[in-house]
């Protein structure tokens, strides 16, 4: 067996461990691949970002927040099993209307809602569309309006990465280990069977999805840069003060740019603190 798959079957048995259900539903023309946790408790739904999927990038949280919440945590088009409807269609407001769409069907009224990277930024504008129906946002390492594109593809130029795209679409397996190195704080390294197999699993599959979504964000990011998010409720930023992708000023900026926010720094952390820092961001859910 693919060391791949068996890492990805574990993360799934300690999802399901943890009392969450794995649901593939058909909307709107869409596949949305979810997993769920029924719960008379406040429901958290957890926005996974670029590079794997959202069992890979929330399985060191989900036994602890499973008895806190109702849990939705959802694959965004593009990842697992989530497809948009005609194969084509991964841009951002794809993503925010995928959200609108599962939590209708879900019959959700109100969610606190956490998303990591682009899934903070798809997070940020369901709250825009949708701000009744968020109880609080949580925002990790979220490139929103203040993301310096300049400084990322310069300070990628200058570790050996040809482009942004090419950072976040990478085209072989050797790329794998760059990826690591410049999103955490200790340092990483795997294996060449390692990374062929996580390649192979994690990343081949979805390469042209994800081609889409980075592309549709390097054409708005003017747009993106211009907006002036109007939620006012409760919002959570966090950040890892090492973060050398999306460095720590954006988070403090995005602090002062929302009403009624507060920012938590994590030590020691680069780009992905709920995998890199867990045990700390536990404290904050």
């Known amino acids: ?98 959200l609108q769409t599962l939590t209708e069907h879900l019959g959700i009224t109100q969610a606190k809602v956490a998303g990591i990277s682009y899934g903070g930024l798809v997070a940020s504008e369901f709250a825009e569309v949708k701000p009744n129906m968020v109880s609080e946002l949580v925002l990790i390492d979220t490139p929103t309006k203040f993301l310096d594109l300049d400084g990322l593809s310069s300070f990628l130029n200058a570790n050996g990465v040809q482009s942004v795209k090419h950072f976040f679409v990478p085209k072989d397996f050797t790329f794998i280990n760059k990826q690591l190195a410049l999103a955490n704080f200790k340092k990483m390294w795997l294996p060449n069977f390692v990374t062929k197999s996580f390649y192979k699993v994690f990343c081949k599959p979805y390469l042209a999805n994800w081609e889409i979504i980075v592309n549709d964000l390097l054409t708005k990011y003017e747009d993106l840069k211009s907006k002036d998010y109007k939620f006012n409720g409760k919002t959570l930023i966090i950040w890892g003060v090492q973060d050398q992708l999306i460095p720590i000023d954006v988070g403090v900026k995005l602090n002062h740019h929302y009403s009624n926010a507060s920012l938590v720094k994590i030590e020691h952390c680069g780009h992905i603190p709920i995998i890199e820092q867990a045990k700390e961001c536990k404290k904050y859910f």
Request: proline share 1%.
């Open 1 to 98: 067996m693919e060391i791949g798959v068996l890492v990805f079957n574990l993360i799934k048995k300690k999802l399901l461990n943890a009392g969450l259900t794995e649901s593939l539903v058909h909307l709107n023309g869409h596949d949305i691949h979810y997993y769920s946790k029924q719960s008379d408790k406040e429901t958290l739904m957890l926005v996974h970002g670029l590079g794997v999927s959202g069992e890979l990038q929330w399985c060191k949280l989900v036994k602890h927040l499973a008895p806190k919440y109702k849990i939705i945590l959802v694959n965004l088009l593009g990842f697992g099993e989530s497809k948009a409807a005609n194969g084509k269609k991964y841009t951002l407001v794809d993503q925010v209307e995928m």
